[in-house]
């Protein structure tokens, strides 16, 4: 791995709740990573949205912290972080970004002996293939975000069943334009669990076992998370992304 590009991998998202796809995302991009011959990834980071987010069902972002942390327990190079979900407003992805590569920039520069530039690690979001379909829907992103999450920072997607992640760059100019930093991870052992799937066997009363680690099942179980009171939480909310952009494009 000498002389390679040290890398960290975010991962942003609902984590409602965690499950073992959402890790298995951290092992198959590190093994991608290392199979280019370029990098060499140094950490992982799980950062929980907000409570502002609005998402139906979307439980208080304490109880996701902590069912993460307790999944990422085993892990020894994955972190939970809770700066994106302590924040007053939901934060736009590249704010998150932005943050968290001022941060491992400054902590490397803080170290005894300060590294070159090419030693700083650099960061890429880590997300599945249905998350390239968010770039499609009207009036949640906006361009330049986009511009900056692909081009400045780069993506490493991974393949989520029948889902098509090429083909959304394809029929995007701008991820067209950006190709270079997309990585696309092939998942050839498929893993189709789904939070939401999730959520409906809990309110159903059915079990999650081998689906999620025993250890959030029973933060779960302890709580009472994932009821049918709970999945009518933000039943008639609009995203906050999508009010967010609103507001702004109607001041500027």
Not at 194 to 216: C, M
């Amino acid at each position: 791995m000498a002389g390679r590009i040290p890398l960290v991998l975010l991962a942003c998202g609902s984590f409602n709740p965690i499950t073992h796809q959402h890790m298995r995302l951290f092992e198959l991009a590190r093994d991608h990573m290392h199979q280019t011959g370029l990098y060499r990834v140094v950490g992982g980071i799980v950062s929980p949205v907000g409570d502002d987010y609005g998402k139906q069902g979307l439980v208080a972002s304490k109880h996701r912290l902590a069912m993460a942390r307790l999944a990422l327990q085993s892990s020894d190079w994955v972190s939970v972080d809770d700066w994106e979900s302590q924040q007053e407003d939901w934060t736009e992805t590249v704010v998150t970004l932005r943050y968290h590569y001022d941060r491992i920039a400054a902590q490397y520069h803080s170290s005894k002996d300060p590294p070159t530039v090419s030693e700083v690690p650099q960061l890429k979001l880590l997300c599945g293939a249905d998350f390239m379909d968010t770039f499609k829907v009207p009036g949640l992103w906006k361009d330049d975000h986009v511009e900056e999450v692909v081009g400045r920072f780069g993506l490493v997607c991974v393949s989520r069943g029948s889902l098509q992640p090429d083909r959304a760059i394809h029929e995007s100019d701008l991820l067209s334009r950006h190709r270079r930093s997309i990585f696309l991870v092939r998942e050839w052992v498929q893993n189709e669990i789904s939070a939401t799937e999730v959520r409906r066997a809990l309110r159903r009363g059915q079990s999650v076992k081998y689906l999620l680690p025993d250890s959030v099942i029973d933060y779960m179980r302890e709580h009472n998370l994932y009821t049918q009171d709970s999945e009518m939480k933000n039943k008639d909310v609009k995203l906050r992304p999508l009010t967010k952009q609103t507001k702004t494009d109607n001041n500027t």
